[in-house]
């Protein structure tokens, strides 16, 4: 096969070419430089703080003796409330608007609020939860209230990500199934879903990666700073990872700084170990099912 020949292309153009290349490569260089940097920067200050004692303690006055058990337990609890209450709700909603509504001006608009709603502040769930779930139903300042809070904010997210899963499938895959009888919900689930549910999977899941990191809105709800035992119910009250961390933060002793850092650490390895997870489900997945 013969190279192109590139010697009637215009110099200007040339040049603009390896301008903008270089100036993409330096964007991508900043990104990953900065990324290192910040995670550097907090494994070096947080890990020699990640002992046992701290994993396994609750929260004291006493920096030598503060744990943040309570608090992983709290997230951990919030992100499976979330995910129970949200994810049911976001891929029949992306369902439905994929592979039954009708494309008319009614599905548009859902469409666009549902993208809206997903660009919104957290800072605005929370006001929504305070009212809607701790005031109106009178959930209190519970773990209930928060997950479902947090289950709101992460809602327009996973039907945005599930429906563009569901894009994924090849039309004609709908067709062949039509055409040999299936009904559509017959379509949906032995045909479509299989084949979208690794992307499904891994938005969702990254989804509830970026709320188990939210602080305004369980500031909001009114997360405890200090919870010296173990949630025994979604009733009782809760605090999270980022709650402790900015709590120990604004201590005026530097070795409470330092159990900051720790903790915003082992969330980081909390969010990781759900990305990887997404990532597992999804190669899992696509092995399964090639097309």
């Not at 605005?124 to 779930?133: C, D, N, S, Y």
Request: charged share 15%; aromatic share 8%.
């Amino acid at each position: 096969m013969s190279r192109l020949d590139l010697s009637g292309i215009d110099p200007r153009r040339k040049r603009t070419d390896r301008l903008a290349r270089a100036a993409l490569a330096g964007v991508a260089f900043l990104s990953v430089a900065l990324l290192v940097a910040l995670v550097g920067t907090l494994v070096v200050k947080g890990a020699p703080h990640v002992t046992k004692t701290f994993l396994t303690s609750y929260p004291s006055r006493f920096p030598s003796r503060a744990g943040a058990l309570p608090a992983i337990v709290g997230t951990l609890l919030l992100g499976a409330v979330s995910m129970a209450a949200a994810l049911p709700i976001g891929i029949a909603a992306a369902i439905y608007l994929q592979e039954f509504a009708r494309a008319n001006r009614v599905t548009t608009l859902l469409r666009a609020s549902i993208g809206n709603l997903a660009g919104v502040p957290s800072v605005v769930f929370g006001i929504l939860g305070l009212a809607l779930f701790v005031r109106a139903l009178m959930l209190g300042k519970s773990i209930l209230a928060a997950g479902l809070t947090l289950g709101l904010l992460t809602l327009p997210i996973i039907i945005v990500v599930c429906e563009e899963a569901l894009k994924t499938v090849p039309r004609s895959m709908r067709e062949a199934a039509f055409a040999l009888g299936a009904s559509r919900w017959q379509v949906v689930r032995h045909h479509v879903l299989p084949y979208a549910l690794p992307g499904m999977l891994t938005g969702s899941i990254l989804a509830l990666s970026r709320s188990m990191g939210e602080t305004a809105p369980l500031i909001l709800i009114g997360a405890a700073v200090y919870i010296g035992y173990m949630p025994g119910g979604l009733m009782d009250s809760f605090t999270a990872l980022p709650i402790q961390a900015y709590y120990w933060a604004q201590d005026a002793r530097t070795a409470f700084h330092d159990l900051a850092w720790a903790a915003v650490l082992v969330l980081l390895v909390l969010v990781a170990l759900g990305n990887l997870t997404a990532i597992l489900l999804r190669d899992r997945y696509q092995r399964r099912y090639k097309w």
